[in-house]
């Protein structure tokens, strides 16, 4: 009995070791909820902060590029205000300003994995919430996973659980952006229908089907059209807008969706 | 003989060199260099096996929290741990073990590059196969885990250049 138990005190660490092994690889693939997913990630408030620490440092050596950026943005949508007043009715601009914008800041990105995730620096206190569509004055980025209370996670175009309802930009060709890993600036477009007349050089957009973005945010322009063998879909590869590697401000569009539309989709269920 | 502070101090180094350096360089857009490993290289053969694994674990978790990936440098990290001395014998000769830290000086510079390449591959060949369950293409994770471990393993070298001349031991 005694030398039973020396044995066990000896080799104690073999038992420590498959506990921690048990205790990571039940992390590893057990996580498979994305809700919980934002506790042990960076959405959880401490390593949320740490990031942001480090982030307000890099945030002033891109102060120049951010502010061009800025400025840009700022003339576009001064044109767009001058074309409002000129030709559109009050009764569509009420409708608009149901969509709103969060501005927030990218504090954590990674493009180079296979399943990318990047962090946000606003919350749900902020309004910020699940499914909600991140993009920039150059075009879409993601949509949000997670939601902590001062941080998000956000699933960018670049992981492969990813898919943007997206069309080819004065058509209604439709299909599904979607990314499989690899190259950080080429993502495809798929299911869009066999006949569609679509070009290298066509500009593709977000569709608006969904609450999760507006309607025409720039999201890429064609670079290859694939004919597939099935003979009822293209496979359009589609240079990315934004360069997912160097994000500072982004919009969070925040939509609320009239409960009628919700009502319906519920009854359909 | 490394005491607690100094261990620690190695811990939030090469945690912070990890997080905010080493984590956003993708090579190719594929290879990345894992330099914490470095904590697990320096364990001394005065320490105790579940010390060993504890502070592999705790090293893998936190760097798991910044990553994004759950579990996954934790459960590579405490594997390495766990088979470290046992490396380490291979390298050495016996009667030399009694007494070690693993370095140039105290193995000679060829088993002790030997000794990083054996661990570095060790780890990356857990951390990419772990990574990429359900596995896809056997030949994409090859080429991670060859590139990777260069990488790795240059770093490794730059480090051991470094605290060997200065004299102070990180």
């Known amino acids: 009995m005694r030398s039973l138990l020396d044995y066990l005190v000896k080799y104690s660490y073999v038992f420590l070791f498959i506990l921690l092994e048990i205790l990571s690889l039940v992390l590893l693939f057990g996580f498979n909820d994305r809700q919980k997913l934002a506790f042990v990630t960076s959405a959880n408030s401490v ?3 740490i990031y942001e620490l480090f982030s307000n440092v890099d945030v002033y050596f891109n102060l120049r590029r951010e502010n061009t950026l800025l400025v840009e943005e700022n003339a576009r949508l001064r044109s767009m205000l001058y074309e409002l007043t000129d030709s559109q009715t009050v009764d569509s601009a009420r409708n608009m300003s149901r969509d709103g914008v969060i501005a927030a800041r990218v504090i954590d990105n990674s493009v180079r994995k296979d399943d990318n995730y990047m962090t946000v620096n606003k919350g749900s206190y902020d309004g910020v919430g699940k499914g909600m569509g991140v993009y920039n004055s150059t075009g879409v980025i993601g949509v949000i996973m997670a939601s902590g209370k001062s941080y998000s996670v956000v699933m960018p175009i670049l992981n492969g659980n990813t898919s943007i309802s997206s069309k080819i930009k004065g058509t209604d060709n439709f299909g599904f952006l979607e990314w499989s890993g690899g190259d950080p600036y080429t993502a495809q477009l798929k299911d869009v229908p066999y006949h569609s007349n679509v070009e290298v050089g066509d500009t593709v957009v977000t569709t608006g089907f969904s609450s999760v973005f507006p309607e025409n945010i720039t999201i890429g ?8 063998s099935n003979g009822y879909t293209l496979k359009i590869l589609v240079s990315l807008a934004v360069d997912m590697s160097d994000l500072g401000w982004v919009y969070i569009h925040s939509k609320t969706v009239d409960p009628e539309i919700i009502d319906l989709q519920q009854q359909l269920k | 003989m490394d005491t607690f502070m100094r261990r620690f101090g190695t811990f939030v180094f090469v945690a912070l060199m990890q997080i905010l350096f080493l984590n956003r360089i993708s090579l190719f857009g ?6 914490y490993i470095w904590l697990i290289v320096r364990f001394d053969s005065y320490m105790k096996r579940t010390g060993m694994l504890l502070w592999a674990f705790s090293l893998g978790l936190v760097l798991d929290m910044f990553s994004g990936t759950p579990g996954l440098n934790a459960a590579s990290a405490t594997l390495l741990a766990m088979v470290q001395p046992g490396i380490v014998k ?14 140039s000086a105290t193995m000679g510079s060829r ?6 390449l054996l661990m570095t591959v060790l780890h990356h060949t857990t951390y990419f196969l772990l990574r990429s369950i359900p596995l896809g293409d056997w030949s994409v994770l090859v080429l991670k885990v060859i590139f990777s471990t260069l990488l790795t393993f240059i770093f490794m070298i730059v480090a051991e250049r470094l605290t060997s001349s200065s004299g102070t031991k990180r």
């Open chain 2, 111 to 116: 088993p002790f590059a030997g000794y990083l």
């Open chain 1, 47 to 49: 390593s949320g902060s």
């Open chain 2, 90 to 103: 291979v390298f050495v000769q016996t009667e030399r073990y009694e007494q070690l830290i693993p370095s």
């Open chain 2, 30 to 35: 594929y290879v990345t260099p894992l330099f």
């Open chain 1, 221 to 228: 322009t064609v670079a290859d059209v694939q004919r597939l």
